[in-house]
C-alpha cells in the first residue's frame, strides 16, 4: 500500500495525524526521486511526472511554497505539451488554495468559492452588472439542478416550489479579487432522498467540462433535453466576457476537503449550442412539416413580447426599421434566459423555419453596440 493510498484511509477514518504523518513521509520520498532527475532535462516524460506527483502531494499537505517550487522545477525543464498543461493548472490550484487558507476560508461539501478576474474588478470590488447579473444566473443553474435532480420535469412558468427547503446564502466580498462563498442551505431532507451535497459538484463538474469543449459529456449528466438547454444557456451568460470580465474560478471542496478548482475561461462567444451545430435545433414535426428549413439568421432589436401562455412558445423582436421578428423559443430557455431580457436591445441567432425563426441563443447587446 503506498503512503497516499494509507493518508487516505486514515482520513476516512478520522485519523488526521495520521494523514498529515503520511503525506509529508510520501511527499520526502518523492521529491527525493525527482530531485535525482533535476539535471536529466532528456528523461522525459519522467522527470515531469515525478515533479507532478511530488507537487500533488505538498498541495494535499498544504505545502504551497514547497509545490511552487516543484511545479517550477519540472516546467524549467522540456515536458510535454499534456503534462505542462497539468503542471500549469497545479499551479493555478496551488494559488488558489493558499488564497482559502490565508483568508480562513474553509469550504463545506455544499460551499463553493467564486472569485471574478477582469479589467472592471478590483480588490473587493466589481462592477454591479458583472456581478449580481452572475448571481442571479448560478442561482437558478442551482434551482434547475436540485428540481431535476429530485425527478421534477422542466418546468418553464411559475416560481420554484422548493424556496422553503433549499437556500443559497452569499459570504461579502473578501479582498485580493472580488472572491465569495455560496452556500447551499438545505432544511429537513429525508435520509437518502437529499440532494443538496451533490448539487454543488454536480454543477462544477459540468462547468469543468464545458470549460473544456466537452458538450457531449454535459449532456451525458444533463440527459434531458431542457435541463441541458437551460444550463448550457446560463452557463453562457456567466462565462467571461473576454473583455470586462477573464476568468470566472469555481473552487469547491468534497467530503474529505480534497479541493477541485476550475478556471472558467472560455469566453461566451466559444459556446455554440447545439442547436447551431446540429441542423438548427429543428423538432422532428418541424422537418416533416411543408415549413420550409433555411439558414442561420441572426437579427438585433427590442424584445418586445416573451409570451410562455401558447403551446408554442414565442417572442417578438422589432428592428431598428419597425419590423417585426416573430421567433419560436425552445423549451428550457423562455423563463431563465429571454424573460429576463424583456424590453432590452438582444441579438437572436436562429433558424429560419417558414415566416418564424427558431432561436437558438439570445444575448443583451451593449449600450455602444447598439448604437
Not at 470549460?211 to 431542457?226: L, T, W
Request: glycine content about 6%.
Amino acid at each position: 500500500m503506498s503512503l497516499v493510498d494509507e493518508a487516505l484511509i486514515a482520513k476516512r477514518q478520522g485519523n488526521d495525524g495520521r494523514v498529515t504523518e503520511a503525506y509529508l513521509e510520501a511527499l520526502y520520498l518523492e521529491t527525493e526521486a525527482a530531485e535525482l532527475l533535476r539535471n536529466e532535462l532528456t528523461l522525459e516524460p519522467s522527470r515531469s511526472i515525478l515533479y507532478r506527483s511530488a507537487a500533488s502531494i505538498a498541495i494535499r499537505c498544504k505545502q504551497y511554497r514547497e509545490a511552487e517550487r516543484l511545479i517550477a522545477a519540472a516546467l524549467s525543464g522540456y515536458p510535454p505539451a499534456e503534462i505542462a498543461g497539468e503542471l500549469r493548472e497545479l499551479l493555478e490550484r496551488t494559488h488558489f488554495e493558499r488564497h482559502l487558507e490565508q483568508r480562513g476560508v474553509t469550504l463545506q461539501p455544499r460551499d463553493l468559492q467564486l472569485v471574478i478576474t477582469g479589467e472592471e474588478v478590483g480588490p473587493g470590488f466589481a462592477l454591479s452588472d458583472i456581478l449580481f447579473s452572475r448571481l442571479e444566473d448560478f442561482k437558478r443553474i442551482v434551482q434547475r439542478t436540485i428540481e431535476r435532480k429530485l425527478g421534477h420535469p422542466f418546468r418553464e412558468q411559475g416560481t420554484p416550489k422548493l424556496n422553503h427547503n433549499y437556500s443559497l446564502y452569499v459570504s461579502t466580498p473578501r479582498s485580493g479579487s472580488f472572491a465569495l462563498t455560496l452556500r447551499l442551505g438545505a432544511q429537513m431532507e429525508l435520509p437518502g432522498m437529499g440532494v443538496s451535497n451533490q448539487v454543488i459538484s454536480e454543477i462544477v463538474q459540468c462547468f469543468d467540462l464545458l470549460n473544456s469543449g466537452k458538450e457531449d459529456q454535459v449532456k451525458e449528466i444533463i440527459s434531458n433535453e431542457p435541463y441541458y438547454r437551460n444550463f448550457v444557456g446560463l452557463a453562457k451568460r456567466i462565462a467571461p466576457d473576454g473583455r470586462k470580465v477573464d476568468m470566472v474560478d469555481l473552487t469547491i471542496s468534497d467530503a474529505e476537503h480534497t479541493v477541485k478548482s476550475v478556471g472558467f475561461k472560455r469566453t461566451r462567444e466559444t459556446i455554440v449550442p447545439e442547436s447551431l451545430a446540429e441542423e438548427g435545433n429543428v423538432s422532428a414535426l418541424e422537418k416533416s412539416s411543408a415549413a420550409k428549413v433555411d439558414e442561420i439568421v441572426r437579427v438585433k432589436g427590442r424584445l418586445l413580447l416573451a409570451d410562455a401562455t401558447k403551446v408554442k412558445q414565442k417572442i417578438q423582436l422589432i428592428d431598428d426599421q419597425e419590423q417585426k421578428h416573430n421567433i419560436i423559443v425552445p423549451e428550457g430557455m423562455m423563463n431563465d434566459i429571454v424573460r429576463p431580457l424583456w424590453e432590452d436591445i438582444v441579438e437572436v441567432t436562429g433558424v429560419r423555419v417558414g415566416k418564424n425563426l427558431r432561436l437558438s441563443e439570445i444575448s443583451r447587446v451593449e449600450t455602444s453596440e447598439a448604437k
